[in-house]
């Protein structure tokens, strides 16, 4: 296998799709986000395209005892309303600088190839602490990209993130600025600690806004509510340690 491969696994005609990008990253945003996309619409969705890499982790996954090697796959997308879309998801990112952006450039041909000229790179923010109210902060690869995502209630915030964005979603937006493309990243704020679904159904409502489609919830507000239970376990037993710590009281030796 050659150090980047792609297969083209079918075809499929598309009236200027956006390509929408959900890898792992923090709180698995991303990827919770397009993978529930491609279950709502699936009965309207095709593979067209997988990518291997050697960047991607030496491994299979295993589905039914039937081996498939490590690939981020991209799925042309016609639903009966709003507009077309090519969803890229996967398991990994790559491991090196340069293959970020070997595979973010291939990434952005097979968006080309499409006939796509805006793309939506899709992750979490982390906050460091268990939220309740979710918001979605948003950066453009262009000054005009600002108010349709304002109004879709995306925030734009001094110098956050912090550091930047890391990964496919920030090259997405850097590499395909300079290939003359639309370029938005929209960040659900998550602790960063947990898979976090309600911060994917916060992007997913955006991008509803945006690309005037619509989702059903059912399943991913089922998981949420079962990391509800597990982030419960974590405060009791959070409050446990808090209760058994010894006071000033305990420690006294008395002999």
Do not use: W
């Not at 009966?80 to 952005?108: C, I, K, M, P």
């Not at 793309?119 to 602490?129: D, M, N, Q």
């Not at 990391?227 to 058994?244: A, F, H, L, W, Y």
């Amino acid at each position: 296998m050659d150090e980047l491969d792609i297969d083209a696994v079918a075809e499929a005609a598309l009236d200027d799709p956006v390509l929408v990008e959900g890898l792992p990253g923090v709180g698995h945003v991303g990827k919770l986000a397009v993978d529930h996309l491609l279950e709502e619409l699936d009965g309207e969705s095709t593979l067209v395209r997988r990518v291997y890499s050697h960047e991607f982790p030496p491994q299979v996954s295993i589905e039914g005892g039937v081996s498939e090697l490590t690939c981020v796959e991209i799925y042309a997308v016609s639903p009966t309303e709003g507009r077309d879309l090519l969803l890229l998801t996967g398991d990994h990112q790559a491991q090196t600088n340069e293959g970020h952006y070997v595979l973010t450039s291939a990434f952005l041909d097979i968006a080309e190839e499409f006939g796509a000229s805006e793309v939506f790179a899709l992750g979490g923010v982390p906050t460091g602490e268990l939220i309740d109210e979710y918001a979605v902060v948003g950066a453009v690869s262009d000054e005009s990209m600002l108010g349709e995502l304002e109004e879709a209630g995306v925030e734009f915030r001094e110098d956050e993130p912090a550091g930047g964005i890391v990964g496919v979603s920030g090259l997405l937006l850097g590499l395909g600025e300079r290939r003359g493309f639309e370029a938005a990243c929209l960040m659900g704020e998550t602790s960063g600690y947990l898979v976090d679904p309600k911060s994917a159904r916060a992007v997913l409502e955006v991008l509803e806004d945006v690309l005037d489609i619509e989702l059903d919830y059912e399943t991913l507000d089922e998981r949420a509510d079962e990391m509800e239970g597990v982030i419960g376990k974590i405060q009791e037993m959070e409050q446990q340690q808090q209760m058994d710590v010894p006071t000033d009281d305990d420690l006294r030796y008395i002999g």
